[in-house]
């Protein structure tokens, strides 16, 4: 049987990152996606022009809707906007039971426009990490998050304990935004003490808008299929690495990343690209 999943997260009418990268990634790892939209975002490869949020009360509405449907296995959260936005999520994850859930913390657009509102912060930090099975910051989200400045590789690991003592259960510290990665390390950290990395060759293309959502998605996809989560998150690497290494060259600023890659381009060599260790 197909599991389903839901996305909660901002509409990218350029395509590349939010709901939209979210379901076509979800279609591309054969797991069937719903959607509760949080805000419209009037965007294309070039920013954000304009940003238009839904009230909380549509947003748990459609999560009402989808949740009292279907089963869904895994959920995951994007951009959320507002304070409001994230209490109305939360209490919704709190009447369903608190399924799987994948929050990408998403603040900042790659042009700089701000996609969570300041006030959301605390929210964030208090009302819904929590309730995560595994969050995805990239530095300057984890900078955010553990009100620290993230320098060094011990930087990065004090920063993912201060979020792990907010009840997330697992935390992968996104590499894209560090200096010198030549090996696109992504560094994870689990709640038993446990920690692995996941990497893959750096690619030099300005063509990453939505890699973080496309990212996540794909670890949501693999964990409502019931796959564990060391295996999980290295498939999502190998799904991001395939769609920017395969990029499409389209649009005039940072492009979206091929969501048909990994699917066109899985073979052995693909997979070995990537390599999984503790
Ligand atoms: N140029 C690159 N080459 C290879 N891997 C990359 C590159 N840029 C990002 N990645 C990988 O893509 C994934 C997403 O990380 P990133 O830090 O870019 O997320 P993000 O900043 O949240 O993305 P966005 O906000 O655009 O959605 C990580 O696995 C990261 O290592
Ligand atoms: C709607 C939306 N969500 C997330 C991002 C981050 O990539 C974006 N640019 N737009």
Not at 61 to 76: G, H, P, S, Y
Not at 126 to 146: D, G, R, S, Y
Not at 191 to 207: L, Y
């Amino acid at each position: 049987m197909v599991q389903v999943v839901m996305t909660v997260a901002g509409s990218d009418s350029g395509g590349g990152a939010g709901i939209q990268a979210d379901l076509k990634t979800f279609q591309e790892l054969g797991v069937f996606g719903t959607t509760a939209v949080t805000a419209i975002t009037v965007q294309n490869t070039k920013g954000v022009r304009e940003v238009c949020p839904m009230t909380p009360a549509v947003v748990a509405d459609q999560m009402d809707a989808i949740l009292e449907d279907f089963d869904v296995a895994c959920i995951k959260t994007g951009m959320l906007f507002s304070a409001d936005i994230i209490r109305a999520v939360a209490q919704k994850l709190h009447e369903f039971n608190r399924p799987l859930l994948v929050i990408d913390p998403v603040m900042i657009a790659k042009g700089g426009q701000s996609l969570l509102l300041e006030e959301a912060i605390t929210a964030l930090k208090t009302e819904l990490l929590p309730l995560a099975t595994i969050v995805t910051p990239n530095i300057p989200e984890a900078e955010v998050l553990a009100e620290m400045k993230i320098e060094t590789q011990e930087d990065v690991e004090v920063a993912a304990k201060k979020l792990l003592q907010l009840g997330v259960k697992a935390v992968v510290m996104k590499g894209g935004h560090r200096k010198n990665n030549e090996n696109a390390e992504d560094i994870v950290y689990m709640e038993n003490g446990e920690q692995f990395t996941v990497s893959a060759k750096w690619v030099e293309t300005k063509d990453t808008h939505g890699t973080g959502c496309t990212f996540s998605a794909a670890l949501t996809a693999e964990l409502a299929k019931g796959v564990p989560l060391q295996k999980a998150i290295g498939t999502a690497k190998q799904f991001i690495q395939a769609a920017i290494s395969h990029g499409l060259s389209i649009g005039h600023g940072h492009g979206p990343t091929n969501h048909f890659a990994y699917r066109t381009f899985n073979e052995v060599k693909m997979k070995e690209d990537v390599i999984n260790e503790s």
